[in-house]
Structures are given as C-alpha cells and as structure tokens.
C-alpha cells in the first residue's frame, strides 16, 4: 500500500509561484513513479506531469512545459514547483503512484491518489 498527502495549495496571483508537495508512505513507494493531476471546475483531471522512481526522468504536458518542474528528495517526498502561473492553472492537484513508466500519462493507470490540494490563481 501506498498513501500520499499533498499539501501546499493556496491563493497566488498571475505570475507568481507555487510549490506543492507530496508526501509518500508505505514501503512499496520506491516501486512506484509519481504523477501530477489537476482538475479544474467543468473539465476533465488531466496530467500534468511525472517523475521516474529513481527522479531520473521527468514527463510534463505541454500547457505546463517551461513554467512547472517536478523533484524528488531522499524521504519520499516528491514536489511539484509553479512558475508564471496564470489563472487557467486553478485546479485541484493531486498527485498519484503508477508502477510503470510507460502509462505515466494514462490517469486510469494509477494506483493511488493523494485527497488533493487546491490552487487558485487571480487575474
């Protein structure tokens, strides 16, 4: 089993930053990457992006490229740092453990989910 509590969240202004955290337990962790979700009010969660197991390899969505950078430290604690944020970035994010890589992008792929933290960006 694995259990992840996001946390970090918050009201930021267009431009400013973000970093979210993602806190892992359970001693399959090491077995599992890390994604990012968010799901905004009338849209679907899409993903946002993901690192490997090892922190090795880093995927992220075109709409966050440049601007979001994922990270992981030495105690299971994965981050998702924001930059230049804008108001279509307001989201609930959660992040999530896939045992693949390859289906980093593939939401129904994940096994377990973080309760999400919520983001909101004014204009």
């Known amino acids: 089993q694995v259990q992840l509590v996001e946390s970090g969240g918050g009201l930021v202004q267009a431009g400013g930053s973000l970093r979210l955290s993602c806190a892992a337990s359970g001693r399959t962790f090491s077995m599992h990457h890390t994604g990012w979700f968010r799901h905004a009010p009338g849209k679907e969660r899409e993903f946002v992006g993901a690192?490997?197991?090892?922190?090795?390899?880093t995927e992220y969505a075109d709409s966050v490229k440049g601007r979001f950078t994922i990270s992981r430290d030495a105690k299971n604690t994965v981050y998702l740092r924001m930059n230049s944020l804008k108001p279509e970035d307001t989201a609930v994010y959660y992040c999530a453990a896939v045992p693949g890589w390859g289906m980093v992008r593939s939401e129904t792929s994940y096994l377990y989910w973080g309760q999400g933290t919520q983001v909101t960006v004014s204009s």
């Open positions: 690192i490997s197991r090892n922190g090795g390899s």
